[in-house]
């Protein structure tokens, strides 16, 4: 089992990022909400890793705090949720408004998500609030799987608009409503990874 990764941040392609560690590359899919706390390419990452085995493939899932790991790990626990819907959650909300969510019983919130219906919704909302009630005797998450809001995400290059896009449609959205999120707050200025945070704070808001 691959449980961190610490080296340099050699490729930033929302949700994929490939870091070097000890002249190995490894390929990793992040949430944005981890996206956002990275270095510029060339910059020391240390990232909490899950690595998923199938048939196929070994998939490495990275996290900046320990916290999206667990909170992660709960998510592919609840029957019909895999990994591209947990990157997706933990990309469209932060710890604190998924906390939220769990306590409120908020199904509005998490269907504005992509992939998620209602029904999807409320088996998420149960199951997780079951677990954390176990787990912390109150329905909200654990605080280990606290964390500060990321910092402003810093400019990347290349073209930002479709980058976004890209960023969006690789999470769930189809390209229509990808691009109409995108298009809503692009000011023609904003590198992408600010671009994806407003564009999924726009799409979490409806």
């Known amino acids: ?52 085995v199938r048939d196929d493939a070994h998939l490495l899932y990275g996290f900046a705090r320990e916290g999206e790991r667990q909170l992660f790990r709960a998510l592919l626990k609840v ?10 959650i933990l990309s469209g909300m932060s710890l604190e408004e998924f906390a939220r969510c769990v306590r409120e019983q ?10 998620i219906g209602r029904k999807t919704a409320e088996r998420l909302l149960i199951e997780l609030r079951d677990r954390l009630e176990t787990e912390a005797g109150a ?8 964390g500060e809001a990321p910092p402003e995400a810093a400019a990347t290059g290349g073209d930002a608009h479709a980058e976004a896009v890209s960023a969006l449609i690789a999470l769930g959205y189809k390209p229509p409503e990808a691009s109409r999120l995108v ?13 994806i945070r407003a564009a999924l704070k726009g799409a979490l808001k409806g």
Do not use: F
């Open 1 to 52: 089992m691959i449980g961190r990764l610490a080296g340099t941040l050699l490729r930033k392609q929302p949700p994929w990022l490939l870091v070097d560690v000890g002249g190995v590359g490894y390929e990793v899919e992040a949430p944005m909400s981890t996206i956002y706390d990275l270095p510029e390419e060339g910059g020391a990452v240390v990232l909490h890793t899950h690595l998923q």
């Open 79 to 88: 029957n019909g949720v895999g990994a591209k819907l947990a990157l997706a």
């Open 106 to 115: 908020d199904t509005a919130a998490l269907t504005r998500l992509p992939g």
């Open 139 to 146: 329905t909200e998450l654990p605080a280990e799987m606290a």
């Open 183 to 195: 298009t809503a707050v692009d000011d023609g200025e904003s590198p992408s990874e600010a671009l």
